[in-house]
Structure formats: structure tokens, C-alpha cells
């Protein structure tokens, strides 16, 4: 069964530091997401992306994040300056339609920023 | 604003019970959705709704769209089950995006 996949699993990172998340959705998807999930808090929307531009995005996703479609399989989210509080799970997301298509998420990279 | 709320926020059962767990919303919806997120942090989508019923094995999912409220009933519980369930929507005026709540932690004791 086709699945979303995810890398790094895992990631540390100092505070200031670039990242980069990359996520391969489902191949014929056409709808891609990024959340993050800080510890013990609700699963927070980040940033949508169809037709290699942004289609919507959340007070969260300020100048330091930026998304990427790079080639016809991987969806990335970099962070240009980590902060501590950006320590989180991101989960990857893809959908065929928007509005009333089930979401397949991704095994999610747990970011640590020290 | 934009709201889920879903309570219990945690519900420990024993093996075999029926559970119940409920989903309210504040505004007009496209879409109302269960997921089930593991303790090792995945998420898996259950169900989508817009209006009645769905049913998959022991899973059934209601929405009452007048009343802004969603159940998620699991019959003949497991300790297999125990995970977090959350209730999250598509708000009539979102391009897609998920609005979650904070979920409910379920326990099953065999």
C-alpha cells in the first residue's frame, strides 16, 4: 500500500541552525501539508502546498520556514534559523482533493533544537 | 475562532467494553475527521466524514451537522486500541488544512 514517507527520524540541531525536513508523499497526490506537533500539545497545521506554490499557511509558518516541491517526489520544509521552541514532531501530509479527502501522514521527524 | 473540542481528554476502559468518545465543533465544517496517533507518534487516518454514519470492523463514526458534534464508538475494545484518538475538521473556509483538538487517550486493560 502506498505510504508517505519521512527523513531524517530524527534530527538534532543547534539553536540557529539550518534544517531541512523532506517527505516523498503518495505519488499521485496532489495536496501536500506540513504539521508539527510539539510534546505534549495538539497537532498544529503549518503550511498547505498544491501546483508548486503555497495555498495556504498559519501564523506558524513566519519568514524562518519555506517549502519546496525540488523535483516530482520530495516535499521539504526548511527552517532557516532553528529556535528552541521550534522543537517538535513534523508530520508530512498528502491528500488526492482538499477539502473532504482523507490525509495520509507521514512517520513524522522528531526535530530536538539545543 | 476555530475550535475542536473532544472529551474525555482520557478514558481507561477494560478489554471487551464499548467506548465512546465525542468531538464538538464551533463553525460550519466540509469535513469532520478521526485519526488514531500510536504512542510511538504515528498518525492514521480512520475515518472522514460529512454527514451520518461509517462503520470499518469495530469503528463506527457519527456527525450530527446541526448539533456541530461527532462521535467515535469503538465495540468490543482491545487493549490493542489503546492509543490516542483525535477528532480534527475541515472548516468550511480552509483550502484542506486540518484543525485538530487535543485528543483523547484511551487505555485498555486486559
Known amino acids: 500500500e502506498p505510504e508517505v514517507t519521512q527523513t531524517p527520524s530524527h534530527q538534532v540541531t543547534q539553536m540557529g541552525q539550518e534544517v531541512i525536513l523532506r517527505c516523498v508523499p503518495i505519488s499521485n497526490h496532489l495536496y501536500f501539508y506540513w504539521y508539527r506537533q510539539i510534546l505534549g500539545q495538539k497537532v498544529e497545521f503549518l503550511v498547505s502546498?498544491?501546483?508548486?506554490?503555497?495555498?495556504?499557511k498559519s501564523e506558524i509558518f513566519d519568514d524562518q520556514f519555506s517549502v519546496e516541491r525540488p523535483d516530482g517526489s520530495n516535499f521539504t520544509l526548511k527552517i532557516r534559523s532553528t529556535k528552541l521552541e521550534d522543537s517538535a514532531m513534523y508530520f508530512c501530509?498528502?491528500?488526492?482533493?482538499?477539502?473532504?479527502?482523507?490525509?495520509?501522514f507521514g512517520p513524522g521527524t522528531r526535530l530536538l533544537v539545543l | 475562532k476555530n475550535e475542536v473540542e473532544q472529551s474525555p481528554q482520557n478514558l481507561t476502559a477494560q478489554e471487551g467494553e464499548f467506548i465512546t468518545i465525542n468531538c464538538s465543533y464551533s463553525?460550519?465544517?466540509?469535513?469532520l475527521h478521526w485519526l488514531q496517533q500510536h504512542p510511538g507518534g504515528g498518525i492514521v487516518s480512520l475515518f472522514m466524514l460529512s454527514s451520518g454514519k461509517k462503520k470499518h470492523g469495530r469503528l463506527i463514526a457519527t456527525i450530527n451537522i446541526q448539533e456541530k458534534h461527532s462521535s467515535l464508538h469503538i465495540t468490543a475494545s482491545h487493549p490493542r486500541d489503546s492509543a490516542v484518538y483525535i477528532c480534527a475538521m475541515n472548516y468550511g473556509g480552509s483550502q484542506g488544512n486540518l484543525i485538530f483538538g487535543k485528543g483523547t487517550k484511551l487505555s485498555v486493560k486486559p
Open positions: 501530509a498528502s491528500s488526492y482533493g482538499t477539502r473532504q479527502e482523507t490525509q495520509y
Open positions: 502546498f498544491y501546483n508548486n506554490e503555497i495555498s495556504e
Open positions: 463553525v460550519g465544517i466540509s469535513a
